[in-house]
């Protein structure tokens, strides 16, 4: 159930608010093997909106460091 409601949880939330990505997006991405903010960046799109990064690439680098080695 408490995984049910995370994943429900990284569908809505936005970690580039700029792109619209969400955090399963960006879950997805490092999952899938990318494993620094350009690559995520390059993959999903997110970085690459009004804000240049500004808001989003500080939560994408916090996903990376928590999740970026649990899923080698
Ligand atoms: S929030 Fe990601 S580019 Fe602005």
Do not use: H, P, Y
């Not at 936005?14 to 960006?26: H, N």
Request: charged residues 35%; hydrophobic residues 30%.
């Amino acid at each position: 159930m408490e995984q049910l409601n995370q994943d429900v949880k990284d569908k809505l939330e936005k970690v580039c608010v700029c792109r619209g990505i969400t955090k399963e997006s960006i879950k997805n991405s490092i999952r899938n093997g990318n494993k620094t903010v350009e690559a995520v960046a390059e993959d999903t799109g997110a970085t690459k909106g009004g804000c240049k990064g500004f808001r989003c690439k500080g939560k994408i680098e916090d996903l990376i460091a928590e999740f970026g080695t649990e899923w080698n």
